[in-house]
């Protein structure tokens, strides 16, 4: 599923700052083994309740430990998906897993700035704009 929507280069630019480009399946298989065993970078798929489906994904990656940071990443993969409420509740709970069980003091991310949903969600989240790059 993550590499379906690794496809979709009308949304795909909003997940990522990097150039879109699509993956296969493996590839995510072959990462994820990576990251289970990397203890620097924590990634959850956001799920439904009623359905056990696939939404999204949520993670805490490059933790910086002696300095108590880390960047967060999320995103809902289908269109239809977005504005139900997945992405908030996914996000809120990285973040309470993050301050609470990690005992980070900060975390960041990069959001584009035409990307008005996500923004909106963050700042309702306590994320605060510091910078933007052009």
């Not at 009308?10 to 990097?18: I, K, L, S, V, Y």
């Not at 963050?122 to 704009?129: D, H, I, M, P």
Request: hydrophobic share 35%; proline share 1%.
């Amino acid at each position: 599923m993550l590499s379906h929507w690794s496809v979709d280069g009308t949304d795909r630019r909003h997940a990522d700052t990097d150039a879109p480009r699509p993956v296969t399946a493996d590839h995510f298989r072959e990462r994820d083994e990576l990251v289970d065993a990397d203890s620097d970078n924590f990634e959850f798929r956001i799920r439904t309740i009623d359905e056990d489906r696939l939404v999204g994904f949520v993670a805490i990656c490059r933790v910086e430990w002696a300095d108590r940071h880390a960047r967060l990443a999320a995103g809902i993969g289908e269109a239809a998906d977005r504005g139900r409420g997945y992405g908030g509740e996914g996000v809120s709970m990285a973040l309470r897993y993050a301050f609470h069980e990690l005992a980070l003091h900060r975390l960041s991310l990069d959001v584009t700035s035409d990307n008005e949903r996500a923004i909106a969600l963050y700042r309702k989240l306590g994320f605060e704009q510091e910078g933007c790059q052009r």
